[in-house]
């Protein structure tokens, strides 16, 4: 069946520094890739999409990559700050299949 | 602006009482999702209309069931909430596409049950 992991370990970083975190896929192959943003007690807010066509995406203070050979999507921010701390899921999807949320990682920003 | 929106934000149910939650859109999304989600795990896909098209994933527990009158509404019936049904249930819509298919999220119900 299909699995998606994101570190569900939180990620901590310090302001200005660049926050990176993986989302690794198997058995199947997605058509593109979605990454999105949840505050808690809200719904996930959609940020970036990537075609498995494509290697590198960018938006603003955003850049997704996408590797299907490794089965495996980078998202980077840059410059980062305290308003970035949030959860972020990966999302898989395209051709037969509906976009399937990881359980998602926590980012937080000390300033 | 074009939204998604769920009633009511906060829901508080008895064992075994029967509730609704729903979901509306102004988009004109031609897909509706219901997801639930529990405390740091991913959203988990219940049912998802495409059009009037129903289609329920396998392990959704019969308890729960959904109706869509029409493009702009949809509902989420848990017929006898268990304590394990507490949960956050996040109503989304997407357009489908075939190398597109962002889903647009409502701020989501958070249903208690007592």
């Known amino acids: 069946s299909q699995k998606i992991e994101q570190n569900s370990e939180a990620l901590n970083i310090q302001e200005g520094k660049t926050a990176t975190l993986t989302c690794n896929y198997t058995?199947?192959?997605?058509?593109?890739l979605q990454w999105y943003r949840q505050d808690p007690g809200r719904g996930p807010v959609f940020l970036l999409l990537?075609?498995?066509?494509?290697k590198e995406k960018r938006k603003e203070r955003l850049k997704v990559t996408f590797d299907t050979t490794l089965k495996q999507s980078l998202f980077h921010i840059t410059a980062s700050q305290p308003a970035d701390s949030a959860t972020y899921l990966c999302?898989?999807?395209?051709?037969?299949?509906?976009?399937?949320f990881g359980r998602g990682t926590s980012l937080i920003v000390h300033p | 602006d074009a939204m998604v929106i769920q009633n009511p934000r906060y829901q508080v149910t008895q064992f075994g009482k029967p509730v609704t939650l729903s979901c509306s859109q102004t988009?004109?999304?031609?897909?509706m999702y219901w997801y639930q989600q529990k405390s740091s795990q991913a959203p988990k896909l219940l049912f998802h209309y495409y059009d009037k098209d129903f289609n329920n994933e396998a392990d959704t527990p019969d308890n729960f069931q959904s109706r869509r009158p029409n493009t702009s509404f949809c509902f989420l019936d848990i017929r006898s909430p268990g304590l394990g049904d507490a949960a956050m249930y996040l109503c989304?819509?997407?357009?489908?596409?075939?190398?597109?298919?962002?889903?647009?999220f409502g701020p989501g119900t958070r249903l208690l049950v007592l």
């Open positions: 988009l004109n999304h031609n897909v």
């Open positions: 999302a898989p999807g395209g051709g037969s299949y509906i976009p399937t």
């Open positions: 990537i075609r498995e066509n494509e």
């Open positions: 989304a819509t997407s357009r489908r596409q075939l190398l597109q298919e962002t889903q647009y």
């Open positions: 058995n199947y192959s997605p058509a593109y």
